[in-house]
């Protein structure tokens, strides 16, 4: 029941304006996720996104505005999975759009994480997935700090403080059948 971090981290909500998709692109987060990596062009970012299309569209959006970013998902071979794993945590990609496919089970550790919306179809992503995603920003050793941003569209954006707190994690190992 532990709150402690190694590294602190600071989670940033932002809401963004849905009336501004352009298609099935939510262009105004996608502008505001760009002044992110461009803000902190030093820092290795991860970018979470719920769906190969959205991740797909993003890193091509970012690519167009002379961002250098890859795409990882489970669609990949496993050879290009460890390639771009590889180039992220040797820093000579420092922009990785991913499914959460890699938030668990890889130790890739990046200075920001950023989540991508928080519905994956109709449905709202599990509050335990984002907070295992953004797990990944801030490592012991390597960072000061951590940060992750969150990005809420405009019609869920009440949602902010519920997925502010953290279930606890309950062990289902030592319950018997009684």
Same mark, same amino acid.
């Given at each position: 029941n532990s709150k402690y971090r190694a590294v602190p981290l600071n989670i940033h909500y932002r809401k963004y304006d849905t009336t501004l998709n352009q298609g099935s692109n939510p262009i105004d987060m996608f502008d505001?996720?760009?002044?992110?990596?461009?803000?902190?062009?030093? $820092? %290795?970012?991860l970018i979470f996104v719920h769906s190969k299309n959205l991740g797909k569209?993003?890193?091509?959006?970012?690519?167009e505005r002379g961002l250098e970013t890859k795409f990882h998902s489970a669609d990949l071979s496993s050879s290009r999975r460890?390639?771009?794993e590889k180039e992220f945590k040797e820093g000579s990609l420092r922009l990785l759009v991913a499914t959460s496919t890699?938030?668990?089970g890889v130790n890739l550790p990046a200075r920001r994480v950023i989540i991508a919306g928080v519905v994956r179809g109709t449905?709202?992503? $599990? %509050?335990a997935e984002i907070f295992q995603m953004i797990g990944r920003s801030g490592r012991k050793g390597i960072d000061e700090q951590g940060d992750a941003y969150i990005f809420f569209p405009d019609n869920k954006v009440s949602l902010v403080n519920e997925y502010k707190k953290v279930d606890n994690v309950v062990s289902k190992l030592f319950i018997t059948n009684d």
């Open positions: 505001s996720i760009i002044k992110i990596c461009e803000k902190n062009h030093s $820092d %290795k970012i569209r993003m890193a091509k959006y970012m690519e460890k390639t771009l890699l938030a668990a449905q709202l992503v $599990d %509050k």
